[in-house]
């Protein structure tokens, strides 16, 4: 297998083209600052490193090892290690870039500087925004920060993760495990119905008599009637999802007395999971990247910050319209950046392309479902192709559905090799 | 150890590593190499014949050939991009199947 691996990377290298050759002067001497080491933003200094190896490339990120969120539910719904979701940046540094492990605290978009919690500054020609998300700890009222100590988002995978994981495994037999969903936009649209599935999938096995109810800030959400198809197929009526029509808007959550209160209605729980909802992370809007949205608007065209010179945004800051805030769609998006960002070095027009979109979500480990866009970009936003795109079968031969999860589990090792290995 | 290291610098470069600037055309196959390389565990597509790759992926977007998802990516291509896929895939080094 070694060997067989060997070959076909020697295979590989032998086909680079590096774009030495026809470097300008001015790129050579270039800095691109890439901030935020996510899916986007790792995949945008390698890509970038790689097809200009000469360019400066910085990349800072305060965290040593980077949680991978796709895949963490099955942390805490099935027995998936958190170290396999766990990524450090030594593939990253080999690859050529300067990784800085630094807090970014501002942008001079005149100046061009980024000032960082070290309060050394740094110079650059371009700039890219990668930050991810920001919570919003004032939305709902009752759910700060120290409530979610309580009552764990797990929205940014780590230790909210495994304390989540925990607190399920600790759940009284018969008990209530409560998921707040926030409106749309925000990270990861199926993301957490996949994890009310992997909740389901521990409680059918662990605690049968226990209760999984969805308090969904919307009325309808992405693959629901897979998911919800799906759910009764493997979970019988485990899990009841209430979206605003039957009452699910949340009006407060108190972590002390363990009790939500929506407009109609208190809920008694014994596990909270609430995910509030987000913006853009939080230097991009502390740079004024973000507009009223808490969002990044973008030139559809090339990724650039509509607010700020020589600015790029790209992942779930940035507004992708159709295009949804996933690795998937973050790793795209990069590699798409890398070559408008090398282009504009290099004084050259934006280069169009078509990109696409698959987010696999799994209904047991054993058992996923898709969603997959194809997207291109008109004047003002990325539009999904018409005819193209849409969900996994409703009818599928449970085969499929293992198939799917095999697939979704190949597509996390060649992302996450590609990006940190 | 040299194994381990072998591995891992397999595992360095093992990504399609591709640098889609230095040819416009390459743009096309950013959305592929998401879930295709080297180390997927996908049928493999680069450095496959043109001609197999297009007929394949004709095939599967028509629905004669039955595929997960590839049949809802492919009905966004037009005939003419899927033949330039195949094209790029094909110039793609990575094949020793």
């Known amino acids: 297998m070694i060997n067989r691996r060997r070959l076909l990377t020697q295979l590989s290298l032998t086909g680079l083209v590096?774009?030495?050759?026809?470097?300008?002067?001015?790129?050579?001497?270039?800095?691109?600052?890439?901030?935020?080491?996510?899916?986007?933003?790792?995949?945008?200094?390698?890509?970038?490193?790689?097809?200009?190896?000469?360019?400066?490339?910085?990349?800072?990120?305060?965290?040593?090892?980077?949680?991978?969120?796709?895949?963490?539910?099955?942390?805490?719904?099935?027995?998936?290690?958190?170290?396999?979701?766990?990524?450090?940046?030594?593939?990253?540094?080999?690859?050529?870039?300067?990784?800085?492990?630094?807090?970014?605290?501002?942008?001079?978009?005149?100046?061009?500087?980024?000032?960082?919690?070290?309060?050394?500054?740094?110079?650059?020609?371009?700039?890219?925004?990668?930050?991810?998300?920001?919570?919003?700890?004032?939305?709902?009222?009752?759910?700060?920060?120290?409530?979610?100590?309580?009552?764990?988002?797990?929205?940014?995978?780590?230790?909210?993760?495994?304390?989540?994981?925990?607190?399920?495994?600790?759940?009284?037999?018969?008990?209530?495990?409560?998921?707040?969903?926030?409106?749309?936009?925000?990270?990861?649209?199926?993301?957490?119905?996949?994890?009310?599935?992997?909740?389901?999938?521990?409680?059918?096995?662990?605690?049968?008599?226990?209760?999984?109810?969805?308090?969904?800030?919307?009325?309808?959400?992405?693959?629901?009637?897979?998911?919800?198809?799906?759910?009764?197929?493997?979970?019988?009526?485990?899990?009841?999802?209430?979206?605003?029509?039957?009452?699910?808007?949340?009006?407060?959550?108190?972590?002390?007395?363990?009790?939500?209160?929506?407009?109609?209605?208190s809920v008694q729980y014994d596990v909270a999971n609430v995910i509030p909802p987000q913006r853009a992370g939080r230097i991009a809007r502390m740079a004024g990247a973000t507009d009223a949205s808490g969002w990044c608007p973008i030139d559809p065209a090339t990724f650039a910050s509509t607010l700020l010179n020589d600015t790029y945004v790209l992942g779930d800051a940035a507004i992708a319209n159709a295009m949804p805030k996933s690795a998937f769609a973050a790793n795209a998006q990069a590699k798409y950046c890398a070559v408008q960002v090398l282009r504009a070095l290099r004084d050259l027009p934006p280069l169009s392309s078509t990109l696409a979109n698959t987010c696999y979500s799994l209904v047991s480990p054993q058992y996923a479902i898709s969603i997959a866009g194809v997207y291109q970009a008109d004047e003002t936003s990325w539009r999904p192709v018409p005819g193209a795109g849409g969900t996994s079968p409703l009818t599928a031969d449970p085969a499929v559905r293992l198939q799917e999860a095999n697939y979704a589990d190949s597509w996390f090792s060649v992302v996450t090799n590609e990006v940190y290995g | 150890m040299k194994r381990l290291r072998s591995m891992m610098w397999v595992s360095a470069v093992a990504f399609a590593n591709i640098t889609y600037a230095d040819d416009g055309d390459k743009l096309l196959i950013v959305p592929c190499t998401g879930c295709h390389s080297p180390v997927a565990t996908l049928p493999p597509v680069f450095g496959r014949p043109a001609a197999e790759l297009q007929a394949t992926m004709q095939a599967m977007k028509s629905g004669a050939q039955p595929s997960t998802l590839m049949m809802r990516l492919l009905r966004g291509y037009t005939d003419e991009d899927i033949t330039r896929l195949a094209r790029i895939l094909a110039s793609m080094p990575g094949a020793a199947q």
């Open chain 1, 18 to 265: 590096p774009l030495a050759g026809c470097a300008t002067l001015g790129e050579q001497r270039a800095r691109v600052v890439v901030i935020g080491g996510g899916f986007g933003g790792a995949t945008m200094a390698r890509s970038l490193k790689l097809a200009a190896p000469q360019l400066r490339v910085t990349l800072i990120e305060p965290r040593q090892v980077y949680t991978a969120c796709p895949f963490s539910n099955l942390v805490i719904g099935a027995n998936r290690p958190l170290s396999a979701q766990q990524f450090g940046f030594a593939g990253v540094a080999a690859a050529g870039v300067e990784v800085k492990h630094d807090t970014a605290v501002g942008v001079d978009a005149v100046a061009r500087t980024v000032t960082l919690a070290s309060a050394t500054r740094i110079a650059y020609d371009k700039l890219v925004l990668a930050p991810g998300i920001e919570l919003d700890f004032t939305a709902i009222p009752g759910y700060d920060r120290e409530a979610s100590r309580l009552a764990p988002h797990a929205w940014q995978a780590g230790e909210q993760t495994v304390l989540l994981r925990d607190q399920l495994r600790a759940m009284p037999a018969g008990g209530t495990f409560v998921m707040l969903v926030p409106d749309s936009p925000y990270r990861c649209p199926p993301g957490p119905y996949e994890r009310a599935s992997l909740v389901a999938h521990y409680l059918h096995h662990h605690n049968p008599a226990a209760k999984v109810l969805i308090l969904d800030n919307k009325d309808a959400f992405s693959k629901q009637a897979l998911f919800q198809q799906g759910w009764q197929s493997q979970y019988g009526d485990l899990i009841e999802w209430q979206g605003v029509a039957d009452g699910a808007a949340v009006s407060e959550v108190d972590v002390r007395n363990k009790v939500i209160h929506t407009d109609f209605d």
